[in-house]
């Protein structure tokens, strides 16, 4: 008998990614799907009955509960406590529970001690056959890795985007490569993946592309790859096959991807995304400060100056998302001051930032874990999250630093300029560019994003101090790069997300610093107590005397 599977999706809790009020402007629940739940569907044998349920999208009904024989679930580690509650309620249920992907990777004691039964970890298309045949021989257990193998991702089968509720998500998800080249120290993606980059070939990724063409997706696709450009040789040769598939199919998608900086001395690389209608790409910047880079190990960020590497990228029409982060070893008060001043300078419009977070079995867990630095065994990467070690200079400093800047990245005023200003320079690129097809990603004119389009122009344009500011930057785009409007008004509205995230930070920040400061207090009086007590009996003795 093939058992039935219940693929489960746990809950992200509010983050910098979620734009849960960017997304209910357009009647959507989720940026992305679960490209790796979908995978695995894709993995297992296709004789066995498969439902997925993405909790991020809708509940599980009592009907999908009762039909289920096994419950899948994956998991990162910011989804951890949704994840370890539906195990819980999994086992309540008598059901058997399976779980994989990064979070029980990394720390799979924390799965298991919540009640799961298989521990299906590393790549699946290693362990996911020891699964099925444990399975398949009635065993009610067990433990699958790996162990420091690799697959080849040639062998990879095309997710099962059909169990996907399509119309729910912003963007679909595929995969080229996995791995990176580089050694950052706070890296947990060189752990899980490894140093050398494994891709697809170009045949299967089309296979992908045209599965979800013949699904009827006509929007923006996110390459999930932790850096896209990790083995240029392959990328280009496949943006040389996705440029005549995309021009076939009347360029139904626009992509965004992440990358390593070092895209910005290709010059040829860009200008192939751009002509197969890439249309953003995330930089993982970390800090400006050049000798924080060196320590972490960061070295492809210190080649070229950051802001000019930055800046090319933005100039061959990419939209640059960025990220950062504060606490590194050694890093001198004002950090997070030089953060917003290098954002404001490159115009950067979306800069995730974060308080530097030691993740498991990372080069950086590792070390402070000898130095005896940790706080925690377990780490957390929701931005509003104090670190889990301890840093080289005040947690109170940096903490405070860290609220300051995220407050000015994302004053209303501030977003919306430089927003406007990198739009200025995508408008320029995309003039001089031959390439004029329609950018994929455009939303189509109906009552959905009439509505979205009002709520954002009196929002921004009527209630807030922006008002004046907004009508002036969109009617000067309007006149000089008509072409860039739609996709700078989408990016406008992450200000919706925004205005309340910077709240929930400054909050959530302020009160774990003073739950912090509460235990510190409390370590340090029995000292206090010790060393009054021996001046008291000091005192005594003298008396005494």
């Excluded at 993405?54 to 096994?70: G, T």
């Excluded at 056959?129 to 040639?154: H, L, N």
């Excluded at 399509?166 to 995969?175: R, T």
């Excluded at 910077?502 to 610093?513: A, D, E, F, M, Y």
Aim: net charge negative; aromatic share 10%; with cysteine.
């Amino acid at each position: 008998m093939n058992p039935r599977v219940l693929l489960l999706y746990p809950l992200f809790p509010q983050s910098f990614w979620s734009f849960e009020q960017t997304l209910e402007l357009v009647n959507m629940k989720a940026q992305l799907p679960p490209l790796g739940l979908i995978t695995v569907a894709g993995i297992l044998p296709q004789t066995w009955e498969y439902k997925l349920v993405d909790r991020n999208v809708r509940e599980v009904s009592e009907a999908e509960w009762e039909w289920a024989d096994v419950v899948l679930l994956s998991a990162m580690i910011v989804q951890k406590p949704d994840f370890l509650a539906q195990i819980q309620e999994a086992k309540r249920r008598g059901k058997l529970v399976a779980v994989g992907g990064p979070y029980p990777t990394s720390l799979p004691a924390e799965a298991s001690a919540a009640g799961a039964d298989f521990l299906i970890l590393d790549e699946g298309e290693i362990t996911l056959p020891k699964f099925v045949c444990a399975i398949e021989s009635g065993e009610t257990s067990g433990v699958f890795r790996s162990e420091g193998d690799k697959p080849d991702v040639t062998t990879t089968p095309i997710p099962r985007y059909d169990l996907l509720e399509m119309d729910s998500y912003a963007e679909m998800s595929v995969q080229f490569s996995r791995g990176c080249p580089f050694q950052c120290e706070f890296c947990d993606i060189i752990v899980l993946y490894g140093r050398k980059p494994r891709t697809k070939t170009p045949a299967q990724l089309l296979a992908e592309l045209q599965r979800l063409y013949d699904l009827g997706w006509r929007r923006s696709i996110f390459v999930v790859d932790d850096n896209f450009i990790g083995n240029k040789r392959n990328v280009k040769l496949l943006l040389k096959e996705l440029k005549p598939w995309m021009e076939e199919h009347g360029y139904p998608f626009s992509f965004a991807t992440e990358a390593s900086v070092d895209l910005a001395q290709d010059p040829e690389l860009m200008q192939m995304m751009v002509d197969c209608n890439f249309g953003a790409v995330f930089l993982g910047l970390e800090t400006p400060d050049t000798d924080s880079l060196t320590l972490t190990q960061k070295y492809q960020n210190t080649r070229d100056p950051l802001s000019e590497s930055v800046l090319s990228i933005v100039g061959a029409g990419l939209r640059v998302m960025a990220g950062f982060i504060i606490g590194f070893d050694g890093e001198k008060a004002g950090a997070g001051r030089r953060v917003v001043e290098f954002v404001e300078a490159t115009t950067i419009p979306t800069a995730l930032f974060s308080m530097l977070q030691a993740l498991p079995d990372t080069a950086l867990w590792k070390r402070l874990e000898k130095e005896g630095r940790l706080i925690s065994q377990s780490a957390d990467i929701n931005q509003a999250t104090l670190m889990n070690f301890i840093p080289t200079r005040p947690i109170e400093e940096i903490a405070q630093e860290y609220i300051e800047a995220f407050w000015q990245l994302y004053e209303p005023l501030a977003f919306l300029n430089r927003t406007y200003r990198h739009f200025l320079i995508l408008g320029e690129a995309q003039r001089q560019n031959s390439q004029n097809h329609k950018s994929a990603g455009s939303p189509d004119i109906n009552w959905v994003n009439l509505r979205a389009l009002f709520i954002l122009c009196w929002r921004q344009g009527v209630l807030r101090e922006t008002r004046w500011q907004f009508w002036v930057n969109l009617f000067a785009l309007l006149w000089r790069y008509p072409e860039v409007v739609t996709n700078y008004l989408s990016v406008c509205a992450q200000a919706e997300h925004f205005l309340q995230f910077r709240q929930l930070v400054r909050s959530q920040i302020q009160t774990q610093l003073a739950a912090f400061q509460a235990q510190k207090a409390i370590m340090e009086r029995p000292t206090v107590m010790t060393k009054n007590s021996e001046l008291v009996q000091m005192g005594v003795a003298d008396l005494k005397r």
